[in-house]
């Protein structure tokens, strides 16, 4: 699914009113990740264990990341696996957020050059 939304910006913004704004929206955004967090079914090491037995296997979260350009898995306990998804969403937003910055910043730059130009 892909959304594009157009967001009105005022036309007198300047630089520093964006990195205003994007650090003001950034300090509520903690804590961050990257990565995915799944829930994987996985057989243990036991003998005659009567999950395994049938399939079923045991639930365990796994947060799929990034570190050093090499993609690792790192286990995650039930009881923290709703703070990494938040994380995770937070660091969706920043992603986004990012993006709005940067469209913005180019605005205001293209903006105060014109604005000096006619000077």
Known sequence: MCAIVRIDMPSDETPQDIGRWF???????????????????????????????????HPSYVLYARRGGRRVSIYVPDDVAPKIERALENGRRLQQL???????????VKQQRTAKSRK
């Open 98 to 108: 990012i993006n709005e910055a940067g469209v913005r910043y180019v605005d205001a």
């Open 23 to 57: 650090t003001a929206i950034v300090a509520k955004l903690w804590p961050v990740a990257e990565g995915s967090l799944s829930l994987r079914r996985c057989p243990c090491v036991r003998e005659n264990c009567q999950a395994c037995a049938r399939g079923e296997g």
